[in-house]
């Protein structure tokens, strides 16, 4: 009787390969698109605590102290919660402008054991209000469009389910860079139209 003997060599790449692949399959996405769908940043919601945070997204964050309340931040991604019983009740990231040399990590967020998707963040890109409600209504995400207290002239957009929500400036500026793509200077520009607001900050905040 013969015997056919087949042998498979794995090459040093192929080992690099599999251990990738392993840590891919590990790690965690938080997407954006949920957190604005249901008002979970991942597992994180309002009512969850500070340990949930930390478990979850690392021991190497910033921090704040502002008496009854305290901040954690991840990047420009912040977490706020009560100093007494640690529940969170806020969420959110107010750095979207693009206005400086490093706006990818304004908006970027993640670690070895987890990545963010942006969904419709752009580094160096600023995105109107007409832009969001765009973004809503393709992935019919029923929103409102609120004044920001009463008596006010401003408006955000207000998602109806998760009660986050979306604020906008008028006013903003954007980098100049040389030909080295160094910093040379500020363009400064001022919209009418609502519908061209740039996006600052998108929040969830509870009682």
Known sequence: MNYKFIFLYLLPQDYKSCGANE????????QLKEFIKT??????????????????FGKKFDFA??????IIKYGWYEF??????????????????????????MISFGNKSFEFDKWFLQDNKNV??????????????SFEV???????????????????TFDFANEY???????????????????????NFVLNGI???GI
């Open 23 to 30: 840590k891919r399959a590990k790690m965690t996405t938080i």
């Open 39 to 56: 008002g979970k940043f991942g597992t994180i919601s309002i009512g969850s605590t500070k340990t949930d945070i930390v478990n979850i």
């Open 65 to 70: 102290d502002c008496g009854e309340t305290q």
């Open 80 to 105: 706020f919660y009560w100093t007494k019983t640690e529940l969170v009740f806020g969420i959110q990231n107010d750095h979207l402008q693009a206005d400086c040399i490093d706006h990818n990590e």
């Open 128 to 141: 109107t209000f007409g832009q969001i409600e765009d973004y809503l209504n393709k992935e019919k995400i």
């Open 146 to 164: 609120v004044h920001v207290y009463k008596g006010s002239d401003e408006n955000i957009i207000k998602c109806t389910r998760s009660n986050v």
């Open 173 to 195: 500026r954007l980098v100049e860079l040389n030909e080295k793509g160094k910093f040379k200077n500020w363009k400064e520009y001022v919209e009418a139209e609502q519908s």
């Open 203 to 205: 929040r969830l905040f």
